[in-house]
């Protein structure tokens, strides 16, 4: 699933008010604890720093 930067601000805001529910873009989504907020949080802000999404040249010549 791709995350937006918003989606990181809803759960870090509901971890800060102690809410379980969080709304994103097209959905509600209610976790059972806090624990799983946090994770959902690492998780998220794991997918939006992956070096995977920036786009690389590579240089490449025959060596002779």
């Known amino acids: 699933m791709a995350y937006i930067a918003d989606d990181l601000e809803n759960i870090r805001a ?3 008010s102690g809410e379980k529910s969080v709304q994103f ?3 509600s ?7 799983e907020l946090i994770e959902a949080e690492r ?3 794991a997918a939006l ?3 995977r999404d920036k786009q690389t040249f590579g240089y490449a010549t025959k060596g002779l």
């Open 49 to 51: 720093a992956d070096p």
């Open 43 to 45: 998780i998220i802000s």
């Open 29 to 35: 989504v209610t976790y059972r604890s806090i624990a």
């Open 14 to 16: 509901a971890i800060a």
């Open 25 to 27: 873009s097209d959905r």
